[in-house]
């Protein structure tokens, strides 16, 4: 490239020709190639295993959950899909200048905004429908994450109490981790971030984590649901019902425990792991709410399986370890009294459609 200086009392302009345009890194992925299951009643894992990635290689951290989420729910989407990213680590880590690691039509956003974008966007889209000019099935699915529904909660209610037919995913890394692990209020009680340390006067953050899925419950939003890689073929199913409920007009709301080895401070092969074990304490149940009605789809008491929450902080990392000690037992007892809560009401619900 060349440039050109030019200079008007105080201003200074400098413009760049770009001489070469850089060649295509991925490309872009066909509905045919994108289309498995489509139909049938039942998941077959066969026909996914060789589904390509749309979202191709990309630098996030050792052991990030972030993608495994993501990856696994796109492969029980089919057909044409647009995605929408929140600023955070997911945008940051596909995105590097100039390449991209989306093989499909890809919008960033601000840290708060992208539910807005995509009510746009489907405006649009059902226009040019409805005009007859474009014929295409597209499935429009916002992500976020890193606290991204602190600073845009306002937003994404909007778009529930409009019912825009979108899928919002939210990969909850329990902070800010993009910016180097401060306090959001998905958090946990207890938890350490760098602005919410561990000393005689504090003992982490002070709050109880904010339930997303809860508030939304009361927007009347068709379709809610929590997910996680521990349970896939579960994941897959909610996947395919969230598709389906969008393509019916509806909105949806899902939301993974996502792990964040780095500002977690733990062990990048454990991922799988600590999921696994948030959804047997029951501190992530895995249940969903479809119109108004709710429904557990694991029940880690019933299996034999539900374990204390202080043996999931043993897993989870620096940022956790110390609610798995005598000295913050208090803390952790308080957080085993929520969890505890909050599973019987889902319970309860669960046995009672009208609750």
């Given amino acids: 490239m060349h440039g050109r200086i030019s200079r008007n009392g105080h201003l200074a302009v400098l413009t760049l020709t770009l001489l070469a345009q850089p060649r295509p890194k991925v490309t872009a992925l066909t509905q045919q190639e994108t289309t498995r299951n489509e139909g049938k009643e039942k998941i077959d894992l066969k026909e996914l295993a060789d589904m390509p990635h749309r979202i191709a290689k990309h630098s996030a951290c050792p052991g990030c959950a972030t993608f495994a989420n993501?990856?696994?729910?796109?492969?029980?989407?089919?057909?044409?899909?647009?995605?929408?990213?929140?600023?955070?680590c997911g945008m940051v880590v596909t995105t590097g200048f100039p390449n991209t690691s989306f093989r499909v039509p890809y919008f960033h956003n601000l840290f708060h905004n992208a539910t807005s974008t995509a009510t746009g966007v489907i405006e649009m889209y059902q226009?040019?429908?409805?005009?007859?000019?474009?014929?295409?099935?597209?499935?429009?699915?916002?992500?976020?994450?890193?606290?991204?529904?602190?600073?845009?909660?306002?937003?994404?209610?909007?778009?529930?109490?409009?019912?825009?037919?979108?899928?919002?995913?939210?990969?909850?890394?329990?902070?800010?981790?993009?910016?180097?692990?401060?306090?959001?209020?998905?958090?946990?009680?207890?938890?350490?971030?760098?602005?919410?340390?561990l000393g005689p006067h504090q003992k982490g953050k002070r709050e109880h984590h904010k339930d997303i899925v809860e508030i939304l419950r009361g927007t009347h939003a068709p379709y809610l649901f929590h997910a996680g890689i521990s349970n896939y073929r579960d994941l897959l199913a909610k996947a395919r019902k969230a598709q389906k409920m969008v393509r019916a007009g509806n909105f949806v709301f899902g939301r993974f425990f996502s792990p964040c080895p780095l500002n977690?401070?733990?062990?990048?092969?454990?991922?799988?792991?600590?999921?696994?074990?948030?959804?047997?304490?029951?501190?992530?149940?895995?249940?969903?709410?479809?119109?108004?009605?709710?429904?557990?789809?694991?029940?880690?008491?019933?299996?034999g399986q539900k374990v204390p929450v202080r043996e999931l902080f043993q897993t989870m990392g620096s940022a956790f370890a110390h609610l798995a000690s005598e000295k913050f037992a208090d803390v952790t007892a308080e957080i085993q009294r929520e969890v505890d809560r909050h599973w019987q009401r889902l319970l309860e619900m669960d046995a009672n459609p009208v609750l």
Wanted: charged share 25%; hydrophobic share 35%.
């Fill in 127 to 197: 226009r040019f429908r409805r005009l007859g000019k474009l014929n295409e099935e597209i499935t429009f699915v916002v992500v976020t994450g890193d606290g991204g529904d602190d600073i845009g909660m306002d937003q994404v209610i909007g778009a529930a109490l409009r019912n825009d037919p979108m899928i919002v995913l939210e990969y909850d890394n329990k902070g800010y981790m993009n910016t180097g692990g401060q306090l959001c209020y998905t958090g946990l009680l207890g938890q350490r971030f760098t602005n919410a340390n």
């Fill in 264 to 303: 977690w401070g733990a062990d990048p092969k454990t991922g799988y792991k600590i999921v696994d074990k948030a959804v047997k304490s029951c501190l992530f149940p895995l249940y969903e709410i479809e119109r108004g009605i709710t429904k557990l789809n694991y029940n880690p008491e019933k299996a």
């Fill in 70 to 88: 993501l990856d696994m729910f796109l492969r029980g989407i089919d057909g044409h899909v647009v995605l929408f990213f929140n600023t955070g």
